[in-house]
């Protein structure tokens, strides 16, 4: 109801001298801002948002089904995922940057979330060091072009290959790269991320998917003498934690921890040690038993024992009597697969086995806990169940299935985790636990940055790589300072740090 004129005496902008609307120009955030405030529109407001960047959807396509999760925001009921600016992603291309242009190594990145023309932006404004909004926008200074011409020319050079294909396999990622490798086009490949991977064979639940996905990814990895790089999602447990919001090997998603009394099964001498013990002696490799893929007791080892700082842990109680204590996101084998422990209820039986392998698992297989024609009904798909109680018995004869009888909250204890390559279990408290992804990784790095969880920090540019595993290495934290307008990481300076973050 206003002409551009009065709306523009309204915000003070028009003056003795006129006023001159540029009707024909896209209208800048700041003019738009104060429209919406003297027009009161929440809709133009939102719009005018510093903090928020309109992008525009050009595919949607079905990746089949996956598991899937959801959290409360009370406040606001909202909350910020795959972010445009993730740094992660920042990072991860940063390496391939690196490796491509200064070092003349082919990159093959497989972006599983983002398009191409999002990643060659992304690398194009590292390079050149031109904010990424003023891309996007438009608003280009004249000192900018020849950046951006630099840029251009040194990323048409370099040996980056981007493949924006949603889903891909282990499989269908292995050809490519096969191809690649035989061209002499191949010495680094990027993974983003693996969470959005699908497995190449089919798997009871996403626990299982992603341990195999890791495994294949490992195996590439040797197949072709090249360094892997694979992003990975984080649980939500690291915004709830104490301590700033400081990343641990704990929270990679599909990942679990137990309390520091559970007992492993040793396999060379039979006896039973606390994952506290094994982590206070500093002992590695250490035999334990273990289920392969048929179900049956083998003998595995145990690389190491780490802690996973402090979640909050569980008590499950069985019928048998014995009982252990783990976060709610450990996985534990049920008639129906891996099951993570805040999916079990009382009823549901686990797997277990006896303190002394292969001496007395007749007597205690099926004979102490019979498991009724329900238990395996409706269930065919299983390996487990796919002839019922008897063929329980002929896949698994070194198991016996015990059943849930409560599941209570202890609080917030320290937690800790194991490394079981190959099989990616062991036995804690005389029952079958999986371990978390990250034992597949020789070198597992989080970057972290305080200024997402604490907005007042002295040095809102500051970020931390968090070296948290190191196979063959020491571990430490590496600072560095993160350029938030051209998503770019550079050596750690505290000047840099300091300024305030401009905003998008």
């Known amino acids: 109801g206003l002409t551009l004129t009065e709306l523009a005496r309204r915000t003070g902008e028009r003056t003795e001298s006129g006023y001159n ?7 800048r955030r700041e003019r738009l801002e104060r429209y919406a405030q003297a027009l009161a529109d929440p809709n133009l ?17 079905p990746v089949g ?8 925001v009370p406040e606001g009921s909202n909350f910020i995922a795959n972010d445009v600016c993730v740094h992660n992603t920042s990072a991860v291309m940063n390496m391939a940057e690196n490796a491509a242009i200064r070092f003349n190594i082919p990159v093959a990145v497989f972006s599983l979330e983002m398009s191409k023309e999002q990643l060659a932006l992304r690398l194009l404004c590292s390079q050149s060091e031109v904010g990424l909004h003023k891309v996007r926008t438009g608003y280009l200074g004249n000192e900018d072009w020849p950046r951006l011409t630099t840029g251009a020319g040194l990323l048409t050079a370099a040996p980056i290959m981007i493949d924006d294909s949603p889903g891909q396999s282990v499989l269908e990622i292995r050809a490519k790269c096969r191809r690649l490798k035989a061209e002499n086009k ?37 197949e072709l003498g090249v360094p892997i790089i694979a992003l990975s ?3 939500r447990a690291v915004e709830q934690r104490g301590g700033g919001g400081r990343p641990q090997l704990s929270d990679l998603r599909e990942s679990g921890c137990l309390t520091a009394d559970a007992r492993v099964l040793r396999a060379d001498t039979g006896a039973e040690v606390t994952m506290g013990e094994l982590l206070a002696s500093g002992e590695r490799d250490i035999p334990v038993w273990t289920i392969d893929e048929a179900f049956r007791l083998v003998q595995g080892t145990m690389s190491h024992v780490f802690p996973s700082g402090e979640k909050e842990v569980f008590e499950m109680k069985l019928a048998s009597g014995r009982s252990i204590k783990a976060s709610a996101n450990h996985p ?35 004979s102490a806990m019979p498991i009724p024609a329900s238990a395996v009904q409706g269930t065919a798909w299983s390996p487990l169940t796919a002839r019922g109680t008897t063929m329980v018995a002929e896949v698994a004869p070194d198991l016996f299935w015990d059943a849930i009888v409560s599941i209570e909250s202890l609080g917030v204890q320290p937690v800790f985790d194991a490394t079981v390559p190959g099989t990616h279990n062991f036995i804690a408290n005389g029952i079958v636990t999986h371990n978390s992804i990250e034992q597949d990784a020789d070198v597992v790095l989080f970057v972290y940055r305080e200024v997402v969880y604490k907005p007042d920090t002295p040095e809102p540019g500051k ?29 750690y300076s505290a000047v840099m740090s300091g300024e305030t973050e401009p905003g998008f």
């Open 463 to 491: 970020a931390q790589i968090i070296i948290a595993k190191q196979r063959n290495g020491p571990t430490d934290d590496v600072d560095l300072t993160f350029i938030r307008e051209c998503t770019k990481f550079v050596p």
């Open 186 to 222: 191949l010495g680094l490949i990027v993974i983003d991320y693996l969470q959005l991977m699908r497995s190449s064979t089919p798997a009871e639940n996403r626990v299982q998917e992603i341990s195999q996905i890791s495994r294949g990814l490992k195996g590439l990895a040797k």
């Open 332 to 366: 534990f084998l049920t008639l129906d697969g891996w099951r993570r422990l805040d999916q079990l209820k009382e009823g549901v039986r686990l797997a277990l086995v006896s303190n002394r392998p292969g001496f007395h698992f007749q007597k205690l297989r099926l």
């Open 233 to 235: 999602q984080l649980s």
């Open 65 to 72: 089904e996956l598991q899937v999760y959801d959290l409360n």
């Open 45 to 61: 407001m939102m719009v005018a948002s510093e903090d928020l960047y309109w992008d525009e959807i050009i595919e949607i396509v």
């Open 21 to 27: 609307a540029h009707t024909n120009r896209a209208i």
